[in-house]
Nanobody
Framework: QVQLVQSGGGLVQAGGSLRLSCAASGRTFSDNPMGWFRQTPGKEREFVAAITWSGSSTYYADSVEGRFTISRDNAKNTMYLQMNSLKPEDTAVYYC????????????WGQGTQVTVSS
């Protein structure tokens, strides 16, 4: 069974930092693009960041550019999202995801983890 298991998240004050992890099991995703998304109640899930299979290229939403860093360790089959200078508007449930076919959407999703930033 293929799973993306998330860890990290929690409650932090504005200006603080958190690190999310996404560990894959059941198959390796070392050849697959992966990404992070977030969702708040009543809103659609939005793109946060993405990374190519090698980690050589990364992409960010304008709202997090310069504050968040996506990375991966293919030897550990794990992806990370380092979130710095957090703002209350970053409060959301964060999801990791993996693509099977690059450019064809995300096929596997993590369980979601709550990030709450207090002002």
């Amino acid at each position: 069974q293929v799973q993306l298991v998330q860890s990290g998240g929690g409650l932090v004050q504005a200006g603080g930092s958190l690190r999310l992890s996404c560990a894959a099991s059941g198959r390796t995703f070392s050849d697959n693009p992966m990404g992070w998304f977030r969702q708040t109640p009543g809103k659609e899930r939005e793109f946060v960041a993405a990374i190519t299979w090698s980690g050589s290229s990364t992409y960010y939403a304008d709202s997090v550019e310069g504050r968040f860093t996506i990375s991966r360790d293919n030897a550990k089959n794990t992806m990370y999202l380092q979130m710095n200078s957090l703002k209350p508007e970053d409060t959301a449930v964060y999801y990791c995801a993996a693509q099977v076919v690059p450019g064809m959407g995300y096929d596997y999703w993590g369980q979601g983890t709550q990030v709450t930033v207090s002002s």
